[in-house]
């Protein structure tokens, strides 16, 4: 029986299950609250899974700073007002660093330095096209891209999108690095709720219409960051997702696809304080392979 117990041991660990994974969404629940036991880090966590419509909810509905996750609502509006023949991707826009602050209307220019993406500066006084800048607003999270394409679709247009689509506590007041607005609490704001509905009406082909779903979908399979969710799955699973981080915060969202065409919401919002990032992103890349760990388990 020991020969036996240590077979059935390995092999768990082989196929990527771990022996002790809960087999109801409470005990699931009650090991992520573990997981996330954290001194002064708060985490948020939505989870669906798409095919049974099976929840695992924390701390959803209270509002985050959304960092960089607000550039998922900015693609969608792009996409909106594409199928609406408001603009084409195929367009090109002018590359500029200079905007206005929401809070008085004052010049503000965008710091190289504190981008992820840098080639984008290189080519101030060119022109790129609003396709290639959406890809490099969620792929790269380019600050500079963003700051363009809000100003293009409007923030105000963004929020009634996000609203008309039942993500009511999603706020998209302006685009990164406005720092005046920053110190007058102007911020844009998120809650895992919001997020997860987005997200399941994205893989479901719902959002604006099934081909933009389809293409914003194929954005978000490129993404370059992905030190959470994506970090402890096994390499043929496939996550469309989005990363937000600023100095205490770090986020991801997104879809992961299964081999067998399974899918499942994830969506991971956390503050903490500065000196325990590694360990709240190890925390959240745990919750991710448990969850994923869960899923396979049924």
């Known amino acids: 029986m020991k020969w036996l117990s240590l077979i059935l041991f390995l092999n768990s660990m082989a196929t990527g299950a771990y022996p002790q994974t809960p087999k109801t969404s409470v005990g699931m629940r009650e090991e992520l609250i573990r997981k996330f036991d954290i001194p002064d880090a708060h985490i948020a966590l939505a989870f669906k899974d798409l095919r049974t419509g099976e929840t695992i909810l924390i701390n959803e509905k209270e509002n985050y700073h959304a960092a960089s996750t607000m550039k998922v609502p900015v693609l969608i509006e792009l996409y909106r007002q594409a199928g609406e023949g408001k ?5 090109s826009m002018l590359i500029k660093n200079s905007f206005s602050s929401i809070a008085d209307g004052s010049e503000f220019k965008l710091d190289s330095t504190d981008d992820s993406e840098y080639q984008l500066y290189r080519e101030i006084g060119q022109k790129r096209t609003i396709a290639s800048l959406a890809y490099n607003m969620i792929i790269l999270s380019s600050n500079l891209a963003t700051n363009l394409l809000i100003e293009l679709v409007n923030p105000e247009n963004v929020m009634k999108t996000m609203k008309a689509i039942g993500a009511m ?30 997200y399941e009406l994205m893989a479901r082909k719902k959002l604006v219409s099934k081909k933009a779903s389809t293409e914003m979908v194929k954005i978000l399979l490129d993404q370059k960051f992905n030190e959470i969710i994506p970090a402890q799955l096994p390499a043929d699973v496939k996550v469309a997702h989005k990363t937000g981080s600023i100095t205490g915060l770090q986020h991801n969202s997104g879809v992961i696809y299964l081999p067998n065409g399974e899918k499942y919401v994830l969506v991971l919002l956390s503050r903490f304080k500065p000196s325990d990032e590694k360990k709240v992103v190890s925390a959240m890349a745990d919750a991710s392979r448990a969850l994923f760990d869960y899923v396979n388990a049924k």
């Open 87 to 91: 603009i084409s991707l195929k367009d």
């Open 169 to 198: 506590d999603i706020k998209v007041l302006r685009g990164v690095e406005d720092g005046k607005a920053f110190q007058k609490g102007l911020n844009n704001t998120t809650t895992a709720a919001d997020l997860m509905l987005i």
